[in-house]
């Protein structure tokens, strides 16, 4: 149930924080309907991209991904 402006406020903070674990949080989606949001993040693991999410604003992902970029 969070809105796009919390979103953009913990998105924000993630930012603030990113620096510490080498981290970096590139874009959000957010759908406010369904009360689903996704971010973008290049990280070295799924837990330096959740430590940056706890230690930010305390809400952590469900699931993450790994992806791989090809051209």
């Known amino acids: 149930g969070a809105s796009v402006e919390d979103v953009a406020e913990a998105h924000k903070a993630d930012l603030e924080t990113q620096g510490r674990y080498g981290v970096r949080y590139l874009r959000y989606w957010v759908d406010e309907g ?3 949001i996704f971010c973008l993040v290049e990280a070295d693991s799924a837990e330096d991209a959740r430590t940056v999410h706890r ?6 992902a469900d699931e993450i991904y790994a ?5």
């Open 34 to 36: 369904a009360g689903r």
């Open 67 to 71: 992806v791989s970029e090809h051209t």
């Open 55 to 60: 230690e930010a604003h305390g809400l952590v």
